[in-house]
């Protein structure tokens, strides 16, 4: 046996072996006594065998295996113990001084070692082991897997979503919220560093798109965030051809739940996601009816200072954006709720200097859209109305809106 392939073979038994049961099952495995015992007996083999091997010798295969072993000795969990902390740090220091750096660093240097090579497979050993059926047996991996996804913009290397996403899915699939949000992380970490040209294979796309509209349903705040904005990195690399039909059907999804959403955070968050879905459909958004009885209803309750505090800013974006984008299709007859609803909001928040001038602006903006009949009768409402408010605030406010509207 060469010593490569010794080498290989002890890093192997090294390694948490896979667990008989699922992780979540129980919180003490036998497996866990096991790993620690053979550290203990075999870990100096492998600093021994190290030591013993010249630099044509550390092949990507070797290279990816001392990587994982590292990754996975310093991985949080029950399955931890001081003895890990103890190899990976001599691990660490034997091969920084054999080899010029450490190996939490191999990924970064292209240069001196094949990093494509030794990336591609470590994501090939993970994917081997955290499959559908295994990959609660294997707890340890999960962080293993993170650890090389987290730099992955950051390394030398060309990136396929059909061999470095798995893993993420199951993780966002899984129910324990820790599990979730790492493989949010990962996706979208990974779908940032690809182009639509990753996907021209075929429709994977499709697969990625499955779950996180799964994961949509989830309460969790973060989780909540996290699928957004991986739905967003999404729909800018998926191909041009299939691109606005897939905007427009989760443009209309994520309205529907808005429309039914009770969480003040996660409101916020659909607001914030709604906001960046009108960038990208731009004009093509005017039909989506909805949205407008939406921004209306929740600029209401936005009355409320408490409501308004978490959700406000997100609202008022929104609703700049959709001015910005749909001004053509606003018409006084039908859509004067928004501007009395504005009133209505301008006048409990007139003590903000800030957020009262945002809303101001917004309303001087409606009003140069309607026709010059339409502002005429405007400025004569508001021309009677001050005479009977005993707020200067809002007062003053209202006679900059008057002053505004050509007559």
């Not at 607001?271 to 009816?289: A, H």
């Not at 974006?317 to 501007?339: A, G, H, M, N, T």
């Not at 140069?368 to 400025?379: D, G, I, R, S, V």
Request: hydrophobic share 40%.
């Amino acid at each position: 046996m060469t010593k490569s392939a010794n080498l290989l073979e002890v890093i192997s038994m090294c390694l948490l072996p896979k667990l008989s049961k699922n992780v979540d099952i129980s919180e003490n495995h036998v497996e866990y006594k096991i790993r620690e015992d053979t550290l203990t007996s075999q870990f100096n083999v492998i600093m021994q065998l190290l030591n013993d091997m010249n630099n044509s010798e550390m092949t990507p295969d070797v290279l990816s295996r001392l990587l994982i072993l590292n990754l996975e000795l310093q991985s949080v969990g029950p399955w931890f113990s001081e003895i890990c902390k103890k190899c990976t740090e001599k691990l660490n220091k034997d091969f920084e001084g054999s080899y010029g750096c450490k190996l939490d660093n191999l990924l970064w240097h292209g240069d001196a070692v094949n990093s494509q090579k030794i990336f591609d497979k470590c994501l090939e050993d993970l994917h081997q082991k955290l499959t559908f059926e295994d990959f609660k047996k294997y707890p340890a991996l999960h962080d293993v897997y993170y650890s090389i996804i987290q730099h992955i913009a950051e390394y030398k290397v060309d990136i396929n979503p059909l061999k470095t996403i798995p893993i993420s899915l199951l993780l966002i699939d899984d129910y324990i919220l820790s599990n979730k949000i790492k493989g949010l992380k990962s996706c979208l970490i990974i779908m940032k560093c690809l182009t639509t040209e990753s996907f021209q294979d075929g429709n994977y796309y499709e697969v990625i798109y499955g779950t996180l509209k799964k994961s949509t349903l989830d309460k969790d705040i973060d989780v909540t965030r996290l699928t957004l904005e991986c739905l967003l990195q999404l729909l800018k690399i998926i191909p041009p051809g299939v691109q606005a039909k897939k905007t427009d059907h989760i443009f209309k999804r994520g309205l529907d739940q808005l429309y039914t959403e009770a969480n003040l955070y996660r409101k916020a968050a659909l607001f914030s996601f709604t906001t960046n879905l009108i960038e990208m459909q731009g004009v093509d958004c005017v039909n989506k009816k909805l949205l407008k009885s939406i921004l209306c209803d929740n600029i209401d309750i936005c009355c409320n200072d408490a409501v308004g505090e978490i959700l406000l800013s997100d609202v008022l974006k929104c609703l700049e954006v959709w001015i910005k984008y749909c001004w053509c299709i606003w018409r006084l007859p039908s859509d004067q709720k928004f501007l009395s609803t504005l009133l209505k909001l301008l006048y409990v928040s007139c003590q903000d200097e800030e957020k009262a001038a945002r809303i101001q602006i917004l309303i001087i903006t409606l009003i140069t859209l309607c026709t010059k009949e339409e502002q005429n009768a405007l400025y004569k409402n508001i021309e009677e109305s001050t005479v009977h408010i005993n707020r200067p605030e809002f007062v003053n406010r209202l006679e900059v809106i008057k002053k505004s509207i050509y007559v």
